[in-house]
């Protein structure tokens, strides 16, 4: 960043405390939109994400295990539709439905 972009822009925090600059010259605010977090896991598992990495099948450790948390959000999210669907019980309604997301493939998610 150039020093005349760095002097136009005034640090602060968001209601999260993340970081938060606010555009003198544009007058918006820009706020961090990750946070860096710190997190042990067993060697075989850094093993295996290395591995993707130096495979070229991720771009880095964090995109691996940020994929794999998308993947677990999206797995607890169905699962607890599915349990509100089967406490609702039979609606003909959602049937079709039903039948065209079981043969939709979910690849492309990831």
């Known amino acids: 960043m150039n020093k ?17 600059y606010h ?8 706020c961090q939109v990750s946070a860096q977090i710190a997190i042990r896991l067993p060697k075989e598992l850094v ?6 990495v130096a495979d070229g ?11 794999a948390l998308q993947r677990e959000r999206r797995r607890e999210l169905a699962a607890r539709d599915a349990a509100i ?5 039979k609606d003909d309604d959602l049937d079709a439905l039903a039948r065209h997301a079981a043969r ?3 690849d492309d998610l990831d």
């Open 4 to 20: 005349e972009r760095r002097d136009s822009l005034l640090a602060g925090r968001d209601s999260r405390g993340g970081a938060c």
């Open 23 to 30: 555009l003198a010259s544009r007058g918006g605010t820009i």
């Open 47 to 52: 093993e295996f994400i290395d591995r993707l």
């Open 57 to 67: 099948r991720a771009s880095s450790r964090a995109a691996v295990v940020s994929q």
């Open 85 to 89: 669907l089967a406490a609702v019980g």
């Open 104 to 106: 939709t493939p979910l």
